[in-house]
């Protein structure tokens, strides 16, 4: 069984690399962003530096909601879906494994470029590595909430479409309490913990409904 969840993961992996347009298009869609709205804003510095955690956060999101609609379409479309509804392996073990090769091609790069595009949005050097912690801690629940609205779409033709309207709604605790202790570590009002803590919690909740939920919706869509 740890064989298929592996299996799974690492084909996962390998197509993201090859297709080169998962993780690397979030990656320059993160970027733009990022470079974009400290133009739109002027340069008043103090500004950007006080609302830079949030134009980081909503950067991740909408990034992370570029690729989700490949999530599961793509095997739906070659017949890959029906070999893993078929295989011993349980469909809420191949859809933690889909998600994670999501989160790790997806999630964990933004993670990782936000201490250097925090330069671009003027955060303090101290906040740099709290910041990225929050994206590190949370976008796994961006991930696993996607799942479930990918699955729920697999099957539609222009599901591409729909999926951000039904997915981002559910973000919204995600994207407030990240925010919320990015925040914190640039010197809020409210320690880091707090909302840091609630987030880890958010995003246990989300890897385990997410699961659920998904691994249902591809049951009723065979």
Partial sequence: MSRAFLAILKRD?????RAGGGGELALVFFLTIVVLVPFALGPDLNLLSRIGPAILWLG???SMLI????LFQG????GS???IRGSALPLELAVVAKALAYWLTTGLPLAL???LLGLLVALPGEAMLPVAATLLVGTPALSFIGAAGAALTAGLRRGGLILPVLVA????PVLIFGVSSANSAVGGTIPFLTPF???CALSLAAIVIGTIAAAAALRQAE
Avoid: K, N, V, Y
């Fill in 13 to 17: 992996l390998t197509l993201a690399a």
């Fill in 60 to 62: 991740a999101l909408l």
């Fill in 67 to 70: 690729g989700l609609d490949r």
């Fill in 75 to 78: 095997d739906e479309e070659d």
């Fill in 81 to 83: 879906l029906d070999l």
């Fill in 113 to 115: 470029a936000a201490p």
């Fill in 169 to 172: 709604p559910l973000t919204i």
């Fill in 197 to 199: 803590l609630i987030m």
